[in-house]
């Protein structure tokens, strides 16, 4: 029986594929992943299982899940009924053809939802929490004993500079105090400083409902500092903020499935440039995490997009069929019209906030999210108090969770379904049942 | 505005809790996770929507999921309706009184189908796939120069190798030729000659079905090296073979939901002792992955078990609905039950295989696995000619992966409903499949 000891070459992950073969499809051999998809007309295959709850042509306000409190914390969110459906998929090969295709369509619509065309560009879909994005960037993109420039405007700016020291690099941190953000002079003043691998910032901050100003960012890094990656923690704006992946020269943004994305939780979600990817390549020091090695997950990556079966790790076809039916939802109702809907919606909630005479954690309006808003309480209301008032009222808000005001503010989401499909009532069933809670716990606006 | 340079102490995980507060629960501030959970009915909260697609009184053989080929590969498995009912779930919070009473009783019913009671012993459900089990072990149970001792049965056994290899660990691997598995004389062997930090084992190796032995295994590292930890791969094992884990000693078994336990795909299943815990917190150097280091979520999986709310990264209330829905089947079943059932079974599928006079790749029938059969074609068969034929007879099995042989055989899965609920008729259809299938490509038994 030979033994081995010490280092040894992995297997060729690439010619790992073709677990098994399935129906009806140009068949090679078990080792190769050229199964000449061009040949194959997959609009043939099954998409979608005929089992469908809900159709296009459901009256939007006919929701067939049964009654349940609504959710609108900053993610997970309300979720459309076609999502959830695609959730109770029956089983399905992860190689076979049609989750194959489906998963291909996906990352590709991914592209279209980043706004990205370029080519050299990877999207990642990988199961997870969100936070996996982290370790994606600190286990592939800086080394050991490199600089990185955290710009942090709550819990997760925090959280992100944690997990790059837990993989060795060193870490320089711009702290805002809390409802505001790290400002570009300061940025620049450090980014002249120190020659930084990458920089992080925090689109938008759920702990504090900041948002980060990502445009003028990325053309201060690329002036300054212009071998400095650009990456975004995107998990709380992606689907509902704007984000140019191509035109603002970003590098990376990680998000998570479960907010203004509106597929349940379970996916870590990621697009990185080609100049990321050249620098995970160009590493002298091999990744430093197995499950979160894009030496691993790249050429998956590319060959699902390819249409071609490919193994690392099993995916979920669950979850992916309901990411699948997510994006396809944003792409036909086109990305900027869906940034300006969620505008819309958080335009209208702030101002019955102010209506209310309620401050917001974010003061400064150019730093408030779309897609949620953290709401200072009246000094004579607790949360514990307030939010049970809500609950009762069918309205399930979030706590605070920045740790310098955590008792003094709360928490509203409002992405997704909840604001684009208006005849849920959603944030009018919000505002009222907000308003009537203070009330009755004693407040009246000054 | 402050900036930070160096390492920062990471916030106090376990005060991170409290994400929101929800309906009719007793709350204290955002900041305890003392919630008294005693005092708490949960039975009166909603644990399975409404929306049934069935019901425990639906017959058994009227499944309501849509006509598709019947997946005997080993895994994903086929689905019980009820599980994939729980995938679309509405959504509610992560950290929500229903959402956590179900978690904290995924983790409870965790402990009965790995058979152990030391209150020592930790289960762990993380968003990730199977193979993130690897990392956690690698991560957080084994330092960097360490050693380790890998059994292989296949491919699966060596990729556990690389994983620790990227951590760090100094693997010696023992490799068996296809089909076998490593003895016991020559693991005593290895172990009399150097001091392992841990061995680890594929239970079921499932590019091969070889099933190793557990029980004397652990007995003799306890023996030979008995501060050397005893993990095991049980990703294709974990409900479908026995694993007594307290009286067999075990020290790990990382799993997925995907296979015998029948759950979909997308989360990584995990016990570990109270051993392996304490080896985890005397680790001279920190944990070396965010994601998957037992700092992070060693106190959640504690508290959520406790029906605390508690945060690090959020979980899939769907999979987690869906894994507790699998469970709890699992557990009113019995797991000694659900063994010899599945048991039964192979017994049943290795005969048939027999009569067609063709061979298992794990040639000793005590090696070999009970939730899949690793079948030679004959030689004059080749798969890529074969599955196909099983497909139009809507049967999917898989091909061979391992690197040596894998032109050589196809794989035939055989856990959870397919073989539990006799009525669906899977594995007289897989059967009669393959003896057409291999009739037609002109095969006849010698």
């Given at each position: ?13 690439l ?29 043939l ?34 979720f ?21 295709a ?45 600089d ?8 997760f700016?925090d ?74 923690d ?31 939780a379970?996916?870590?979600?990621s ?16 990744p430093t ?29 669950q ?10 939802q ?12 969620h ?7 702030k101002?019955a ?62 992405m ?24 009755e716990?004693g407040?009246?606006?000054?």
């Amino acid at each position: 029986m030979p033994r081995s000891s010490g280092p040894v070459d992995s297997p060729a992950r690439l010619s790992l594929i073709s677990r098994h073969l399935a129906p009806d499809y140009p068949l090679n051999t078990p080792y190769t992943v050229e199964r000449h998809p061009d040949n194959i007309d997959t609009s043939l295959l099954p998409k979608t299982q005929t089992r469908a709850l809900t159709t296009d042509t459901t009256p939007a306000n006919m929701s067939t899940q049964p009654e349940h409190p609504t959710l609108l914390i900053p993610g997970p969110i309300e979720f459309d009924d076609a999502v959830l459906n695609s959730m109770s998929h029956y089983s399905e090969s992860h190689v076979g053809p049609g989750f194959v295709a489906v998963f291909g369509e996906t990352l590709s619509m991914l592209r279209k939802l980043f706004q990205t065309t370029d080519p050299s560009a990877q999207p990642f879909v990988l199961s997870g929490s969100g936070t996996l994005g982290w370790d994606l960037v600190a286990a592939n993109l800086i080394e050991p004993g490199e600089d990185a420039l955290v710009l942090s405007t709550g819990y997760f700016g925090d959280g992100f500079a944690d997990c790059l020291k837990v993989y060795g690099a060193n870490v320089t941190q711009i702290s805002a105090e809390p409802g505001s953000r790290p400002q570009l002079p300061e940025i620049e003043k450090a980014l002249s400083e120190k020659k930084y691998k990458l920089l992080t910032v925090t689109h938008v901050d759920t702990s504090t409902g900041v948002l980060s100003e990502l445009k003028n960012l990325s053309e201060l890094v690329h002036r300054v500092s212009p071998d400095t990656l650009v990456i975004v923690d995107g998990v709380c704006s992606v689907a509902c903020e704007e984000i140019d992946f191509d035109a603002w020269k970003l590098d990376g943004v990680v998000t998570a499935s479960q907010k203004a994305i509106g597929c349940p939780a379970g996916l870590s979600i990621s697009m990185f440039s080609g100049r990321a990817i050249q620098a995970f390549q160009n590493r002298q020091t091999p990744p430093t995490s197995y499950f979160a090695s894009m030496k691993n997950w790249l050429p998956i990556m590319q060959n699902y997009e390819a249409k071609k079966p490919s193994y690392f790790a099993t995916p979920s076809p669950q979850l992916v069929r309901a990411l699948h039916t997510a994006l396809t939802q944003i792409v036909a109702q086109g990305v900027k019209e869906r940034f300006a809907a969620h505008k819309a919606a958080s335009d209208k909630i702030k101002a019955a906030v102010a209506a209310l005479g309620l401050k917001q954690v974010a003061a400064n309006p150019d730093d408030q999210a779309h897609g949620m808003t953290a709401i200072y309480l009246p000094e004579t209301v607790k949360g514990a108090e307030l939010l049970p008032k809500l609950a009762s009222r069918g309205v399930v808000f979030a706590g605070g969770i920045h740790k310098a005001i955590a008792a003094k503010y709360i928490r509203f989401g409002h992405m997704g379904v909840s604001v684009l499909d208006p005849s849920r009532g959603h944030v009018e069933k919000a505002i009222k049942a907000l308003e009537e809670g203070l009330s009755e716990c004693g407040y009246q606006k000054a």
